[in-house]
């Protein structure tokens, strides 16, 4: 069990490094016909809180303010199944992201000054705290409005500001690949194959299948998320090649005895 709660832990983690530098090409390739639209749209369907806290000041910036209304009530309930410091952490910077929408629709020195200080302590309690995810729009705000000066270093530019993992750039090409992330293994196995995957580019898929060299079903396991780790019991299976199927993916695996 605790071995399971680490690999889940890693594929988290993971998901997290691969989400991260999924944005960052979009984001620096959104001159590129669909691009920037297409890592928006995967970060709108993913039901994750980190992918709501990176699309939330994307969809600000771009002004779409209804959408990210949307997402931030979709963090409101994100949040609620987090531990209470984390809920407590999203909880507020998704209360941020909505002065943020207040401040750009009124677009005001007089409604900035008001906004700031009628939530001045929660601006304050994040401004503060290096590790908030919304310390450093906190700090943007506080010194726009002329109560507090922060070193220029610490602000995070905007696209960047609410990501909590940084990817090396020279880690990003042109040709990096927007389909699926699948692992699978081990192979050959022996009673057991785990699947590592994240998926962003799929139509949806709700299971996992595996068929013989004959083309016939032997196997199927449903799924419910978009990303995940999942253990598959191969162990009434005969010894033999297969291929698993997991919606466009495919893949040949090896069961020994």
Known sequence: ??????????????????????????????????VKDSVVNFLMNDDYFESKCMVIPILISDARYVDAQTQINELD???SNQKPDLQAELSEFADLQELVIKIDTTRSTESLLNIVGNNLTLLESMAYNPSHR?????????????IAEFEPEIFLPMDDRSMRFSIAQEGITDNFDLNDMIEVYP?????EIWIEYLLIDSKPV???DIYDVEGRLVLTQS???G???????????????YVLKMGDFSKQISVMK
């Open 1 to 34: 069990m605790v071995l399971l709660k680490e690999e889940i832990g890693n594929i988290e983690f993971n998901k997290n490094l691969y989400i991260n530098e999924y944005v960052s090409h979009g984001l620096n390739n959104d001159s590129i016909p669909n």
């Open 77 to 79: 309930y994100l949040a």
């Open 134 to 146: 919304g310390s450093s729009v906190a700090q943007i705000l506080l010194s726009e409005a002329g």
């Open 187 to 191: 192979t050959p196995a022996n009673s």
């Open 206 to 208: 709700s299971k996992i």
């Open 223 to 225: 799924i419910r998320n």
């Open 227 to 241: 990303y995940g780790l999942e253990r598959l019991d191969v162990s009434q299976l005969s010894e033999g090649n």
